[in-house]
């Protein structure tokens, strides 16, 4: 099992934009193509800034569940839409950490 940890950074101003979008339209599409988000923070440390995590088999399903997210038809005029209505990105810049959980961790049944 894998898990990726992902990290957006809003743009000026677009914070609540950006959570609305990934909450109400970009989770739903998630889900239609096999994206498995396990939870999702935002931190006090850092303004404009949400993280969530995402589960996998292995790093082949990771990259097949983005590629097709990336080429989604409904994903590419929610961003479009949502970018027109916001005079711009909702994004400012993004990252991901790539996990491998070591044998001696807690399975994911047990997170809570």
Known sequence: MIYS??????TNGNYDALVK???EKTLPIFKRIGIHVLYCWESQDTP?????????ENESENESR???????????QVKKLSEQQAGGPLLASQSS???KSL??????QNLS
């Not at 940890?5 to 809003?10: C, E, F, S, V």
């Not at 800034?49 to 589960?55: E, K, P, S």
């Not at 983005?66 to 590419?76: C, L, M, P, Q, R």
């Open 103 to 108: 044998p001696f961790s807690r399975t994911t």
């Open 5 to 10: 940890l992902k990290t957006y950074t809003a």
């Open 48 to 56: 404009n800034t949400f993280y969530y995590l995402t589960q996998y």
């Open 97 to 99: 950490l790539t996990f």
């Open 21 to 23: 979008r990934f909450s």
């Open 66 to 76: 983005w590629n097709a997210f990336a080429k989604d038809e409904e994903w590419i």
